[in-house]
């Protein structure tokens, strides 16, 4: 069946080190999405990018869709401890489907 | 801003017994979800809803899950006969247009469940 990859599983960096996650499907997406976990906390929408190769920025963030729309990358520049949560892509199973299917997130610690 | 509810925050059950889960998702969306998520694992897919009736559900959601929309605010989960595996945090998300999954789903705070 599809599958969402996401890597590292966990990472932990110092404050004001650069992160970066990356997220391979199985097959071809329509569009992928972006969404953070604070601790404790519900999956909140960062970004939706649909393009082949789009890439799109929000502050610190940038997030970048692959050509060939089966992977895409979250790049955080200059970590604040405000960062820390876990980070999940998502993308809609095979094709016309409601369902998102989940990555298994990357887990970002940042020592102040 | 507008969000998804979620209500309890935490329920606390005993194996075998019945739970609802309640969620009012936000007003004008007409699309709605759940998802759940065990601890330290991927948020995965259960069931989405439009227009009164399951329009998809994944293996997870057999015959002891239901859903329901008693009125025009409310979405409720209901788990008949819960088991231990059912413990995990169970969210309920909604979008404005498409169930296409292109459009975003917001999701609400979660219910955790725990099932003793």
């Known amino acids: 069946g599809q599958q969402v990859m996401q890597i590292p599983q966990y990472q932990h960096v110092q404050e004001g080190e650069d992160f970066t996650t990356y997220c391979n499907s199985s097959t071809t997406l329509s569009n992928i999405q972006w969404y953070k976990q604070r601790p404790g906390g519900h999956p909140v929408f960062l970004i939706q990018l649909v393009k082949s190769g789009e890439v799109k920025k929000q502050k610190r963030l940038t997030f970048q869709f692959g050509e060939a729309k089966k992977n895409s990358s979250l790049h955080i520049t200059a970590t604040q401890t405000t960062d820390v949560g876990t980070y999940f892509c998502a993308g809609p199973f095979q094709g016309g489907s409601e369902k998102l299917v989940f990555g298994k997130g990357t887990k970002l610690t940042v020592n102040p | 801003e507008p969000e998804v509810t979620q209500t309890p925050s935490h329920q606390v059950t005993q194996m075998g017994q019945e739970v609802i889960l309640r969620c009012v998702p936000i007003?004008?969306?007409?699309?709605f979800y759940w998802y759940r998520q065990i601890l330290g694992q991927k948020v995965e897919f259960l069931v989405s809803?439009?227009?009164?009736?399951?329009?998809?559900k994944s293996e997870i959601f057999d015959d002891q899950f239901s859903v329901e929309r008693p009125d025009g605010s409310n979405f409720t989960l209901k788990i008949r006969s819960t088991k231990l595996e059912d413990s995990a945090m169970y969210f309920c998300a909604s979008s404005r247009t498409s169930g296409r999954a292109t459009d975003t789903q917001y999701f609400g705070p979660g219910t955790r469940l725990t099932v003793l």
């Open positions: 809803f439009y227009n009164n009736e399951i329009s998809e």
């Open positions: 007003s004008n969306h007409l699309y």
